[in-house]
């Protein structure tokens, strides 16, 4: 029996670094071709993360299973949206680049 069947646990996320962590820092991302000098710290995370630490969306929607494309998907935070620029991000098309150039870049 795992821990969600016990009732102890409502739900369990993995992702690469804590969520106080900030040793994820990145650079390389563009949108619309326009190229962001901001680094910002990103977290790899499991479609469940967003409900296990309990995120709260002004817009958009969290990772989930039923949506393939989401294994390349983003979710950006309001501070991250304001140093952007950006009004409407949902839908739209982010790139990363990340240590600069030396390698393709992955489209959100």
């Known amino acids: 029996m ?3 069947q016990t009732g102890t646990v409502e739900e369990i996320a993995e992702a690469n670094y804590a969520i106080t962590d900030t040793r994820g820092w990145n650079g390389g991302f563009s949108w619309h071709d326009q190229k962001f ?4 710290n990103t977290i790899f995370v499991t479609h469940e993360y967003g409900q296990t630490v309990g995120w709260e969306f002004t817009d958009g929607r969290d990772f989930s299973r ?10 950006i935070n309001e501070s991250a949206l304001e140093i952007l620029g ?3 991000p949902v839908g739209e098309l982010l790139t990363w680049a990340p240590g600069g ?3 393709a870049p992955t489209k959100y």
């Not at 000098?37 to 910002?40: R, V």
């Not at 039923?66 to 979710?75: K, Q, T």
């Open 2 to 4: 795992n821990l969600k």
């Open 37 to 40: 000098d901001p680094s910002f």
């Open 66 to 75: 039923e949506f393939p494309s989401d294994l390349s998907g983003i979710v």
């Open 86 to 88: 950006l009004e409407n």
């Open 101 to 103: 150039t030396d390698r």
